[in-house]
T-cell receptor, first 115, second 109 residues
Framework: ETGVTQTPRHLVMGMTNKKSLKCEQHLGHNAMYWYKQSAKKPLELMFVYSLEERVENNSVPSRFSPECPNSSHLFLHLHTLQPEDSALYLC??????????????FGEGSWLTVV | GQNIDQPTEMTATEGAIVQINCTYQTSGFNGLFWYQQHAGEAPTFLSYNVLDGLEEKGRFSSFLSRSKGYSYLLLKELQMKDSASYLCAVVDSNYQLIWGAGTKLIIKP
């Protein structure tokens, strides 16, 4: 139990579907992240939120849309995805941004398959 | 560009010692993390080094040489449960985390 909970754990969706991934952190952290993890590739940072404000969007296609309603919850809305978007999507949180030793705590991820 | 290199896969024997290397080229340096990730699970924090030298934590130790852009994770008295991927990540000058692709460690009896 890492203190970061993601749902659903597994999701299969068609290219025309709309779905959402949900993340909740119980650590009292102020920063939350979405990462994409593909086999044998480094973690790709997608979005960063600090105190509910988006501070980073790493050239992510608009078919991925994040939402952070409060500092404990983070969503990733998905629509018209492509098969190459199939991956493990990891949510993470940290106490703050922009300091040394800022440990990130990950959720167990949502396995997404686009068919 | 920024780059983190670590071996793709390593194999070791239960009870033995294994060293997983990580070399980096980044714009600035503000620390280096090691994470462990079991298949299908969350990456979990193992260690953080910001100064040169060896940090020991039980069976796991992590070493850093900033001048060489090099770190290693040393695992002693290997157990079957140590089979996992080990991720190296460097904090650059903008406090961004730059990740390696991970090393899959296979432990054999």
């Amino acid at each position: 139990e890492t203190g970061v909970t993601q749902t659903p754990r597994h999701l299969v969706m068609g290219m025309t579907n709309k779905k959402s991934l949900k993340c909740e952190q119980h650590l009292g952290h102020n920063a939350m992240y979405w990462y994409k993890q593909s086999a044998k590739k480094p973690l790709e940072l997608m979005f960063v939120y600090s105190l509910e404000e988006r501070v980073e969007n790493n050239s992510v296609p608009s078919r991925f849309s994040p939402e952070c309603p409060n500092s404990s919850h983070l969503f990733l809305h998905l629509h018209t995805l492509q098969p190459e978007d199939s991956a493990l999507y990891l949510c993470a949180s940290s106490q703050v941004l922009g300091v040394s030793g800022n440990t990130i705590y990950f959720g167990e991820g949502s396995w997404l398959t686009v068919v | 560009g920024q780059n983190i290199d670590q071996p793709t896969e390593m194999t070791a024997t239960e009870g033995a010692i294994v060293q997983i290397n990580c070399t980096y080229q980044t714009s600035g340096f503000n620390g280096l993390f090691w994470y462990q990730q079991h298949a299908g699970e969350a990456p979990t924090f193992l260690s953080y080094n910001v100064l040169d030298g060896l940090e020991e934590k039980g069976r796991f130790s992590s070493f850093l040489s900033r001048s060489k852009g090099y770190s290693y994770l040393l695992l002693k008295e290997l157990q079957m449960k140590d089979s996992a991927s080990y991720l190296c990540a460097v904090v650059d000058s903008n406090y961004q985390l730059i990740w390696g692709a991970g090393t899959k460690l296979i432990i054999k009896p």
